[in-house]
């Protein structure tokens, strides 16, 4: 048996590398007026890259004190961390025998172990090995891929705090007391985002219609809605941000489109929320992707994910589309600088002949802007 509180140590190696070709997202998210270094190749969902990710044993060095992204992002000024308790890997056993949980059961032996961890809130299924876990059927992304040791299944520390305690006992996602969300659609004016396939349209045009649609919506249910821009204009990033802040608002949803163009293969829903300190990003778009970094975002971490959740569950169902899980990532502008929970919602691809065509249908995007409504009622 292993002793109480056993730590394993890892080799210190962190490995960036293998993240720079990781997948999907809008071409343009970040594209705003600023100029940005083209997006590094499209390519599938590097899995190997993902679970090569070792956590050190101690804080991450700052790598890139001031990324090459900044300026382009509208970044918020950056916070380095003050060195964070050290994180050990924990029993999953262990960890819900002590949160008064039943312990893990195996689900799957094949074709790699998973285990299931189950609380009155929902059930959690882990696979060994990999960053990829299912959550009430909802993929989500942990920092580090759980393991076996001696028998046992073993979590990071910092996985537990911010993916699995928010949602197996957390408690009911609190909105806010003021009801007021700013609803941002992506891009505008000259930054016209990425592009249907099936005629050419922009992404801008239909994220603010969406946008508009889900308005009336959500003020029916008693929310004070703004949105970030009403007509084609251009807003920057830090723009949004502080739009955001001045009309105090408790959420934040930004509402995108997505393209993996030239593939026109690659289709799904993506939920976005910025990765907790500490962890590496699911996806880094070549950017710069500092663990250490804590933004004043990081303050709602576990709302995020919970909000992201929340609308991730609601758009899948409603949207039937593919789910490509709720990703973690730092290199967002809308979302660093917010001091409420913030998502950015990928809502299909324009770059797949089949989703281009549902959201070119006005029906469609009056489904999503249900969705969305519905899943803050
Ligand atoms: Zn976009």
């Not at 890892?10 to 100029?35: M, P, R």
């Not at 949803?253 to 590496?280: R, V, W």
Request: with cysteine.
């Amino acid at each position: 048996m292993l002793p109480h509180n056993w730590r394993v140590f890892k080799c210190a190696a962190i490995i960036f590398g293998g993240l720079l070709l990781l997948a999907a997202g809008c071409t343009s998210v970040h594209q705003g007026s600023e100029a940005q270094p083209p997006p590094p190749e499209w390519s599938a969902t590097n899995n190997a890259a993902q679970t090569a990710l070792t956590p050190p044993k101690k804080n991450p060095p700052i790598v890139n004190p001031r990324p090459a992204s900044t300026t382009h992002l509208n970044l918020p000024p950056k916070q380095i961390s003050p060195p964070a308790p050290i994180l050990t890997w924990t029993s999953l056993d262990r960890w819900a025998t002590e949160n008064r949980l039943a312990a893990p059961r195996k689900v799957s032996n094949s074709p790699v172990a998973s285990y299931a961890v189950s609380s009155p809130r929902g059930k959690m299924v882990l696979e060994i090995g990999s960053r990829e876990a299912v959550w009430n059927g909802v993929e989500i992304n942990l920092g580090f891929a759980p393991e076996i040791i001696d028998d046992q299944v073993f979590v990071y520390g910092l996985d537990l705090q911010k993916n699995l305690e928010p949602l197996l006992l957390g408690g009911p996602l609190a909105f806010g007391t003021n009801r007021v969300i700013v609803i941002d659609p992506g891009h505008g004016g000259a930054n016209v985002g990425t592009h249907s396939l099936v005629d050419g349209r922009f992404e801008k045009e239909f994220t603010l219609d969406w946008a508009r649609r889900v308005k009336p919506l959500l003020e029916t249910n008693g929310w004070k809605v703004f949105l970030t821009r009403t007509n084609d204009s251009d807003i920057a990033l830090s723009n949004r941000v502080h739009f955001a802040e001045a009309h105090h608002a408790d959420l934040f949803i930004s509402l995108h489109f997505n393209s993996a163009a030239p593939d026109k293969i690659q289709n799904g829903l993506e939920t976005y929320c910025l990765t907790p300190t500490g962890m590496p990003s699911t996806l880094t778009r070549g950017y710069s992707d500092s663990w250490g970094d804590r933004y004043p975002n990081n303050a709602c971490d576990a709302e995020n994910l919970r909000l992201a959740i929340r609308l991730h569950t609601a758009l899948l169902r409603a949207s039937g589309e593919e789910d490509r899980g709720i990703r973690r990532a730092r290199f967002m502008g809308v979302l660093l600088g917010q001091k409420r929970p913030a998502i950015l919602i990928e809502g299909g691809y324009l770059s797949n002949p089949h989703e281009a065509e549902k959201i070119e249908n006005a029906e469609f995007r009056e489904k999503l802007a249900e969705a969305v409504a519905n899943a803050l009622k």
